[in-house]
């Protein structure tokens, strides 16, 4: 039992380090970030088809009403992509993965507008929190200032983030998430498509390795062994364990990209992560 829960453990660090990548290779990868998503969105829906087709997954959507939250869910996770990327862009690693990291506190705040639960006041104190942090991270407000502009797409992409769980927990929660992520690629390689068209490609040779790496290990194996880790661990134990996706992507971006995080970006980044703690522990309880 203990080497089965060491197992269980160990792929869902695995999954949150994959995931993790996305930082360091959405802002190393020299192409127009439309392009980066639509090449991410249409390998991962390669290798996802041949996952569900090999593992007996049905693509089957049940009921016409589905085809809404259905669009609108890859709409928002097309959003939720790109505007993550141009944070990314536009500061560096550490300042767009810890804005995102904003979204179970958009969640929690959301969560009564979509669904049937009463509103928590604790939620004021962890919004509060989460504004500080944001606060911390913020060198000076200068709208003009592309770190500015950075933490504000990563805000923007947790709302849309968060508005895309909210409407995927409300209408179609007992599909398979593995298929409902096949779709979602499926409809942001259509929206993103016409990019191809008028946006410049003349690096994809050189970077073509590395948008497979994206799509293949990040967006694929990464989110596959993280749905596969829901099984063995409840929702609040693998937020708790998916806090560490910043830390890894800080530490990879370091590594990778010689990004050494302020200490502003250290006592922000420490306030938010310390909210995601608070509510995944309040949660659980």
């Known amino acids: 039992m203990e080497n089965s829960h060491t197992k269980n453990l160990s792929v869902l660090l695995?999954?949150?380090?994959?995931?993790?990548?996305?930082?360091?290779?959405?802002?190393?990868?020299?192409l127009p970030t439309e392009i980066i998503i639509w090449f991410r969105a249409a390998l991962a829906m390669v290798f996802i088809y041949i996952f569900c087709r090999y593992k007996k997954i049905s693509?089957?959507?049940?009921?016409?009403?589905?085809?809404?939250?259905?669009?609108?869910?890859g709409v928002l996770m097309a959003a939720h992509w790109v505007t993550y990327f141009y944070a990314l862009k536009l500061s560096n690693v550490?300042?767009?993965?810890?804005?995102?990291?904003?979204?179970?506190?958009?969640?929690?705040?959301?969560?009564?507008?979509?669904l049937k639960v009463k509103f928590n006041p604790i939620y004021i104190?962890?919004?509060?929190?989460?504004?500080?942090?944001?606060?911390?991270?913020?060198?000076?407000?200068?709208i003009e200032s592309s770190q500015v502009k950075g933490i504000l797409f990563g805000v923007f992409s947790a709302f849309c983030y968060a508005v895309r769980i909210l409407i995927m927990k409300q209408h179609v929660a007992n599909y398979n998430g593995t298929m409902l992520m096949f779709y979602q690629t499926v409809i942001i390689t259509i929206i993103l498509l016409p990019t191809l068209f008028f946006m410049d490609l003349s690096a994809l040779e050189s970077q073509f390795p590395y948008l497979?790496?994206?799509?293949?290990?990040?967006t694929a194996i990464g989110h596959s062994l993280m749905l596969h880790s829901l099984k063995f661990f409840s929702a609040s134990t693998a937020s708790i364990i998916s806090s560490l996706q910043p830390?890894?992507?800080?530490?990879?971006?370091?590594?990778?990209?010689?990004?050494?995080?302020?200490?502003?970006?250290?006592?922000?980044?420490?306030?938010?992560?310390?909210?995601?703690?608070?509510?995944?522990?309040?949660?659980?309880?």
């Open 247 to 285: 830390i890894f992507g800080i530490i990879l971006a370091f590594l990778f990209l010689q990004e050494t995080p302020s200490w502003n970006t250290f006592w922000g980044g420490s306030l938010i992560l310390l909210t995601v703690v608070v509510e995944s522990l309040r949660s659980n309880k």
């Open 59 to 73: 693509l089957k959507i049940k009921s016409s009403k589905d085809y809404k939250p259905f669009l609108i869910s």
């Open 125 to 142: 104190i962890l919004g509060c929190m989460v504004l500080l942090g944001l606060y911390i991270l913020t060198p000076d407000f200068d």
């Open 94 to 114: 550490a300042l767009g993965v810890l804005s995102l990291y904003t979204f179970p506190i958009i969640i929690a705040l959301l969560e009564p507008l979509f």
């Open 212 to 218: 497979l790496l994206l799509a293949f290990l990040t």
């Open 14 to 30: 695995l999954a949150t380090l994959f995931i993790s990548t996305s930082g360091v290779l959405g802002r190393y990868i020299a």
